[in-house]
């Protein structure tokens, strides 16, 4: 995560098309260690393509792993004979869900470019 944010900021700073240098230099600025691979896999997986266009897809690669929403709660709160369900019990149903999408997504990669 520090190798994207340390690109983005040579981005940011004016640098339309940051190196591996200004990657580390920033990095240890803020005394930070640079891994050479990260950078090395950062800078070939975002070459000649629009940063606006890949924030634009880790965006909906996001959404699509930690949906927002209320579609558990208000389901579980459709009980039978109407009755409400516990709160605590939806959030944890929830909140278990979200875990399970995250980590299958972590195996298939797509979050690779926030790591």
């Known amino acids: 995560m520090k190798v994207v944010?340390?690109?983005?900021?040579a981005l940011l700073g004016g640098n339309p098309n940051p190196s591996a240098d200004d990657i580390k230099h920033?990095?240890?600025?803020?005394?930070a260690e640079a891994d050479e691979d990260k950078i090395k896999l950062l800078l070939s997986s975002v070459e000649g393509k629009d940063i606006s266009e890949l924030i634009a897809a880790g965006r909906e690669k996001l959404a699509y792993c930690v949906p927002s929403g209320g579609g558990a709660a208000v389901a579980a709160a459709a009980t039978a004979d109407g009755?409400?369900?516990?709160?605590?019990?939806?959030?944890?149903?929830?909140?278990?869900e979200k875990e399970e999408l995250i980590e299958e997504s972590d195996e298939e990669g797509i979050l690779s470019l926030f790591d």
Do not use: Q
């Open 26 to 31: 920033i990095l240890g600025s803020v005394g």
């Open 5 to 9: 944010a340390a690109y983005l900021l």
């Open 83 to 96: 009755a409400a369900a516990a709160p605590a019990e939806a959030a944890e149903t929830k909140k278990e």
